[in-house]
């Protein structure tokens, strides 16, 4: 903590300057009148610890800020009913910051007041000059997503293996469900000597082999993602879209592929059922 002489919002969180008027005060944020209030409920929400750069800020204190904000913006909005409001941020001196404590402005506003904002007239840059910084901000801003605590990878990686352990469950339930069903059908067919009935079995093979194929994907998929978060590529924490593990321009379907549909989880289980299904079908159409 800075000395509060040396930094007057310092001074106002601590309670060394008696002549501040505060709106609010907590563990983490404070809210005050400026000296000079621009505007009728001008306030100053800033966070209790000294941070004078806005991007030094952990991402708690951003979440008490952002709390804050709203709570003070609305109380403003009922309290004096404005007909706008302006939120404004400065960091650094090129954008007029003159005090090295990050800190809101509330900005309640009437037509007419005496507040002025005035935006120059023109785009900074040409288009093309648009399409460079727009790129390398994206890419800071991936850089900055991809950048996680140990605790939270390892969270996330929990979540991910979790999902992974619902897939593989749920293709061993669709192989419980299906045995006894196959086998009354089967077993219906033989007795009442009905194709149809086998075949009726041969169709719920099919339903069941594609939604375990589809488990096996999607199992695949999540594991492809566990893999890319345990070796710290770029995926967004806390992300659960495996598609983001796939290279770009891929699309996630809901339908298996060949290769999951040969799996050994799938091709040798449920194609012997299927064929005994179509066998037996075909023995009681040419009796």
């Known amino acids: 903590m800075v000395n509060p002489t040396a930094c007057p919002f310092c001074a106002i969180i601590t309670g060394d300057d008696a002549s501040a008027r505060l709106v609010y005060r907590s563990q983490k944020v404070t809210a005050f009148f400026p000296l000079e209030p621009a505007t009728r409920g001008h306030t100053l929400v800033v966070p209790n610890r000294h941070v004078a750069d806005l991007t030094d800020l952990t991402t708690a204190e951003g979440r008490d800020l952002g709390e804050a904000l709203l709570n003070t913006a609305r109380a403003i909005r009922s309290a004096l009913a404005p007909d706008g409001m302006n939120v404004i941020q400065s960091t650094g ?169 040969r799996s050994w989880a799938v091709a040798p289980v449920y194609g012997p059922l299927l064929l005994a299904g179509l066998g037996v079908a075909g023995w009681l159409l040419c009796r």
Not at 184 to 209: D, E, H, Q, R
Request: glycine share 6%.
């Open 93 to 261: 001196a090129a954008a007029t910051q003159t005090v090295p404590h990050v800190h809101f402005h509330l900005m309640p506003r009437w037509l007419g007041d005496r507040m002025t904002l005035q935006w120059p007239t023109g785009p900074a840059e040409d288009d093309q000059g648009q399409n460079r910084t727009l790129a390398v901000i994206q890419a800071a801003l991936l850089s900055e997503a991809s950048t996680v605590g140990a605790e939270d990878r390892r969270q996330h990686l929990s979540f991910i293996q979790a999902v992974v352990t619902r897939m593989s469950q749920a293709s061993s339930a669709s192989k419980s469900w299906l045995l006894p069903i196959i086998t009354v059908t089967y077993g219906y067919a033989i007795t009442s000597k009905s194709p149809f009935v086998a075949l009726l079995g041969c169709l719920a093979v099919l339903v069941f082999g594609i939604l375990d194929a589809n488990y096996l994907k999607q199992e695949r998929a999540f594991r492809k993602l566990y893999d890319e978060v345990a070796a710290g590529r770029p995926i967004p924490a806390f992300s659960m879209n495996p598609a983001l593990a796939s290279p770009a321009g891929t699309r996630m379907n809901y339908w298996p592929d060949w290769p999951d549909v």
